[in-house]
């Protein structure tokens, strides 16, 4: 059960979308299957960004993934030529 949610909201500019879908699908696998706590990644197209939602069974986990190899030598890297601004990263926690 998803018991918190890493948001990361990224401005990209519509040409250069399906290159940052490419990295997404590229990493999706590696992070459910190598990411501590990791239980789902989403991609979300709208007019002005997109976000990537990701599921994780802790606070702590979440926070983890920011700070792992995965997210900072390889995504990071990857996404950056599309980027148009900073990210923004919130993590929220699942009230139930």
């Keep these: ?4 949610y890493l948001q990361i909201t990224l401005t990209i500019a ?3 979308r399906a ?12 992070f459910l299957n190598t990411i ?9 197209s709208h007019v002005g960004d997109v976000q990537i939602l990701h599921g994780f069974d802790s606070v702590a986990n ?6 792992s190899d995965l997210f ?12 148009k601004g ?4 919130k993590i929220y926690n699942v009230i139930e």
Aim: charge should be positive; avoid cysteine; hydrophobic fraction near 45%.
């Design 72 to 83: 900072n030598k390889s995504v990071v890297r990857s996404l950056k030529p599309y980027l």
């Design 1 to 4: 059960m998803v018991k918190a």
């Design 36 to 44: 501590a706590g990791a239980l789902s990644k989403e991609f979300l």
């Design 19 to 30: 290159g940052a879908a490419a990295v997404y699908i590229l990493y999706k696998e590696p």
């Design 86 to 89: 900073a990210p923004n990263i």
């Design 62 to 67: 979440a926070q983890q993934y920011l700070m």
């Design 14 to 16: 519509g040409p250069d």
